[in-house]
């Protein structure tokens, strides 16, 4: 046998049996991406909803919820700016009128059925994100999806066109039999959709092992670290007063969350969004402010930033679609639904063949 033929020959068993053992979650985690890609915008169609005006004190948001105390974060829900979600330590959400402060509704941030009460959509996060396995799921999922990124360079360079013959493959008329279309919409959707699996693996991966990664690129590239926030107690500035400070830093932004302190790092993190910024929805500019004294300890300005930093930022835009918009979360959503797609194909066209190879030793 020639190299190129047993290399062919390793590579579709290798990619079979990727697709066999592990394609199960990947199509979980298609589907799943697939339907969060618009839930914002379905919530707040269907969700509750807030009163059009100016935002109240983040002091009266807070104690609205239940006082600073066990409080995690305060930000928005989505672009619109009426409702703000408050996340408790105790797995809490505290859905709260922007405008007058008032308790629209309460949810559970770690849901373990998508219940009737609103938390269908963190379930889902969930799954999509860690599988319901929380950290030890966010490490099995990140490394799936770095198996789906080698089972789709496997596939796109099987799948390729020898000699240019690029419109056999996306003629359905050539497709004669059951098992020469289960085989023609695996093969041609593959190549339709592997760059974009590509950037998805990527992306995914970069999301979940940023933490452990952001030291390693820095060592090698310009990187902006984030800012270090020492542990402590004596939390003097309250909610507004830092976000005041971190509106001083960035005059022009709109807010978008507020990371309260905590016994690990007695400071606020002011997530904010600057006008093209390629994160438009939720931004990635940040002001770090010492709880105790009002200090600035740390701004993050990624319109400014080196482009390592940049290249880091895109990461959520490009796996959310945001990136491009209607058209690239529309792209994602399909590509999500790709996969279980894959998925069904895959599996019927090799129960398909092991029933005939059965019959034909029978």
Not at 267 to 276: F, I, P, S
Not at 317 to 328: N, P, R
Not at 338 to 359: C, D, E, H, Q, V
């Amino acid at each position: 046998m020639k190299p190129r033929a047993r290399l062919r020959r390793c590579l579709v068993k290798a990619h079979l049996w990727l697709g066999l053992t592990i394609g199960a979650v990947w199509a979980v985690q298609g589907a799943t991406g697939a339907l969060l890609v618009y839930h914002r915008d379905i919530d707040r169609m269907i969700g509750v909803r807030g009163t059009q005006g100016p935002m109240v004190s983040l002091d009266r948001v807070a104690q609205a919820a239940g006082g600073a105390d066990g409080l995690i974060r305060i930000g928005f829900r989505d672009t619109v700016g009426t409702v703000l979600a408050v996340d408790r330590s105790d797995k809490r959400t505290v859905l709260i009128d922007a405008a007058t402060a008032r308790v629209l509704a309460v949810r559970d941030t770690d849901p373990t059925l998508p219940g009737a009460d609103g938390a269908a959509w963190r379930w889902l996060y969930q799954l999509h994100e860690a599988l319901l396995l929380h950290d030890a799921g966010e490490t099995l999922t990140g490394i799936s999806g770095l198996f789906l990124l080698g089972a789709a360079l496997m596939g796109l360079w099987l799948a390729w066109p020898r000699g240019g013959g690029w419109w056999i493959v996306f003629d359905p008329r050539r497709w004669k039999s059951p098992a020469q279309r289960l085989y023609g919409w695996h093969r041609g959707g593959g190549l339709l959709a592997s760059a974009g699996f590509v950037l998805m693996t990527l992306t995914g991966a970069w999301l979940i092992f940023a933490s452990d990664l952001r030291p390693v690129v820095a060592r090698w590239v310009r990187f902006e670290m984030p800012a270090h926030v020492a542990p402590g107690t004596g939390d003097i500035v309250g909610p507004q007063r830092a976000y005041e400070i971190a509106q001083g830093q960035f005059p022009k932004a709109r807010l978008f969350r507020v990371t309260l302190p905590s016994t690990k790092g007695n400071a606020y993190t002011v997530r904010l969004r600057q006008r093209g910024e390629l994160r438009h929805l939720s931004g990635t500019s940040s002001v770090t402010i010492d709880a105790a004294t009002g200090r600035v300890i740390g701004r993050y300005d990624p319109l400014t930033a080196p482009i390592a930093n940049r290249l880091a930022d895109a990461a959520f835009a490009v796996h959310s679609g945001e990136a491009l918009g209607v058209v690239g979360r529309t792209m994602v959503l399909l590509l999500g639904l790709s996969l279980p797609m894959f998925y069904a194909t895959g599996l019927i066209a090799w129960l398909n063949r092991r029933k005939r190879k059965t019959r034909a030793l029978a």
